[in-house]
């Protein structure tokens, strides 16, 4: 499969690409970005084509990577997929439901496969874990704590435009909801949502099981205090999220296998755009309560 790569800020050079140069089943055959100078630079980096032209890359590839901001990867994602194109995405889908819908419907009508980056999904201890935990029944509740410190260290993310406007509940939202859906069912109503410190926000969800969930979400931790943990209670007890033991390059190479598979076999992965879609979905009516709540 030959991935061209879209984008070119931290993510696209701290994961995409060194994962792509690394896969061996996968050509990394270009890079394209809105910063040419930028796209030049990686792209020298690995010794791959820089492209000047997105729809020319889109001719010369199977499949692309997307590492873009949300307001511009639904768009992209559409001309690829029109262009045949299998889809590496990133999270979230987008920030607005009409546009994460507009993706699925090109996909769907290319019949091309697509796979959602959410880096929880594809790491070895976490994904064993939470197809264990969606074996059992009779969970009760979950507690998910997506603490980030992007804004209170000098963390490469703290100048993204996207994550200063949205915040943490679209930046590790998708996260947390991408451990606790397979495991606790859809969710059918945001039951709550309120605002904490800066851009920390509490959610309350139902989920289809019966069970409810409760998300503390922030890019605005104390550094001493970031990190991510989720505990199930329910009648099989007590059970906690894994620590992984890798980190993004490791489990980017695993989404890429994903999508060659579903590519392969036509077989809908999990973690799809209709998933992405899903997410998109929830994420938007805890910011409708949010809005609410604040006016």
């Known amino acids: 499969m030959r991935i061209g790569l879209l984008g070119t800020g931290p993510w696209a050079r701290k994961a995409h690409a060194p994962a792509l140069a690394a896969h061996t089943a996968a050509d990394f055959a270009g890079v394209w970005g809105r910063r040419p100078e930028a796209a030049a630079e990686l792209a020298g980096r690995y010794g791959v084509p820089v492209y000047e032209d997105v729809d020319a890359l889109l001719a010369d590839v199977d499949a692309v990577a997307l590492a873009l901001p949300p307001s511009a990867q639904p768009g992209l994602a559409v001309r690829a997929a029109e262009a045949g194109c299998h889809l590496l995405l990133d999270k979230p889908l987008a920030v607005d439901v009409a ?20 880096t929880t999904r594809f790491q070895k201890e976490p994904e064993a874990w939470i197809d264990e935990q969606a074996a059992e029944s009779g969970w009760f509740t979950a507690r998910a704590q997506w603490l980030g410190a992007v804004f209170t260290s000098d963390s490469p993310y703290a100048a993204s435009p996207w994550r200063r406007e949205k915040g943490a509940l679209w930046d590790v939202g998708p996260h947390a909801l991408s451990v606790l859906l397979p495991v606790l069912g859809d969710v059918r109503e945001v039951l709550s949502a309120v605002h904490g410190p800066s851009d920390t926000v509490h959610l309350v969800l139902d989920h289809a099981t019966g069970a409810s969930s409760t ?61 992405g879609l899903r997410v998109t979905e929830i994420l938007s009516a805890a910011q409708a309560r949010l809005t609410a709540a604040a006016s």
């Open 99 to 118: 546009e994460a819908r507009t993706v699925v419907g090109a996909v769907e009508r290319a019949g091309v496969a697509s796979v959602v980056f959410l």
């Open 215 to 275: 998300l503390t979400l922030s890019l605005t931790a104390p550094p001493a205090a970031a990190g991510a943990d989720v505990e199930l209670r329910g009648e099989a007890g007590v059970s906690h999220l894994p620590r992984s033991s890798e980190g993004a390059v490791p489990a980017l190479v695993r989404a890429v296998d994903a999508l060659r598979g579903a590519a392969r076999t036509g077989r809908p992965h999990p973690c799809d755009a209709a998933f």
